[in-house]
């Protein structure tokens, strides 16, 4: 471990001594909710075997999809689309059965909802794009990368994991989590078709969080596309020592660590988020390597 520890020292996005406090307490306590996204250039529903995935595409350019966390919505990254729409095409997706996507009687996985974005490319006409995805959002950016490696140019995952003990249990929800669920309730009962209650969609998602991901070590090594793995290093939920394993298994990965935040860095610093973001996609070279895992 002191190895892992010393990685993560050198790669911090923030130095210790550069933590801002907001109202006495540390950055990785509070929240800074997204501001609402511009109109897009274009939205519509992708029809898959009786469910309606929502998407929107805003700017020109090479194709970057964001993704999610769970039982939020694509407005969840108001602070990011500034950052990228000038530079790429950038398609927003609603994960089945949250924001102003459906879904039948079918149980939600991260299989099947990568399989859902595979759909909204194909109804673009999208051969291949780079995925950028948040905690679910970034499961199912890993499953795309193992499953669909044709369809996909690089991978920005951040605070995902690959098996439940990698998640850390809890109590009482922390003050950030029960703010953002507080966001997804009244998002989702604002823009919700579906007629569900939010506590259903909650009752469909636990398994999720509770098992296994199905994504195996074998599974990481075999993934061919560039790779930054991210997280925040106060992350109420994700191991970061397994984070760095993960960066560590998969052949062309980076590690990212930001400083001072948890599992909402993106809110919490997005200025920093966002350049790790566009420097994944942009520059050539690798920003930080890491050794592989044995």
Same mark, same amino acid.
């Given at each position: 471990m002191p190895l892992l520890r010393a990685v993560v020292v050198v790669i911090l996005t923030t130095l210790a001594t550069a933590t801002t406090a907001h109202a006495g307490k540390p950055r990785w306590q509070t929240m800074r909710l997204p501001p609402a996204m511009p109109s897009a250039d274009d939205r519509g529903n992708a029809e898959v075997a009786? =469910?309606?995935?929502?998407?929107a595409v805003y700017g020109k350019g090479d194709p970057v999809i964001l993704l999610h966390g769970g039982l939020g919505n694509s407005e969840h990254f108001g602070f990011q689309l500034p950052a990228l729409v000038d530079r790429f095409q950038v398609i927003t997706i609603d994960s089945r059965g949250q924001g102003r996507s459906t879904n039948d009687t079918t149980t939600i996985t991260y299989d099947v #909802? =990568?399989? @859902?974005?595979? /759909?909204? #490319? @194909? +109804?673009? =006409?999208?051969k291949r794009a780079s995925i950028v995805g948040w905690s679910d959002g970034g499961?199912? =950016?890993l499953k795309l990368g193992i499953a669909f490696p044709d369809r996909v140019d690089r991978l920005f995952v951040f605070g995902a994991s690959y098996e439940t003990q990698s998640t850390r249990r809890r109590g009482s929800p922390s003050a950030t989590f029960a703010l953002y669920s507080s966001k997804c309730r009244s998002d989702y009962e604002r823009m919700s078709i579906s007629g569900r209650p939010y506590n259903a969609l909650v009752r469909d998602l636990l398994p999720l969080w509770r098992g296994p991901s199905g994504i195996t +070590? @074998? !599974? %990481?090594r075999g993934i061919k596309a560039p790779v930054m793995i991210a997280d925040g290093d106060h992350d109420e939920?994700? *191991? %970061?020592? !397994? *984070?760095?394993? #993960? /960066? +560590?298994l998969i052949p062309n990965a980076q590690l990212r660590v930001f400083g001072d935040t948890s599992h909402f860095a993106l809110w919490q610093d997005p200025e920093n988020f966002n350049k790790a973001v566009v420097d994944f996609l942009t520059v050539s070279s690798p920003l930080v390597r890491t050794e592989r895992a044995p």
């Open positions: 009786g =469910a309606r995935i929502f998407y #909802m =990568a399989t @859902d974005v595979i /759909a909204v #490319m @194909d +109804k673009l =006409a999208i499961e199912i =950016a +070590k @074998d !599974q %990481l939920v994700i *191991v %970061l020592e !397994q *984070v760095i394993e #993960m /960066a +560590k």
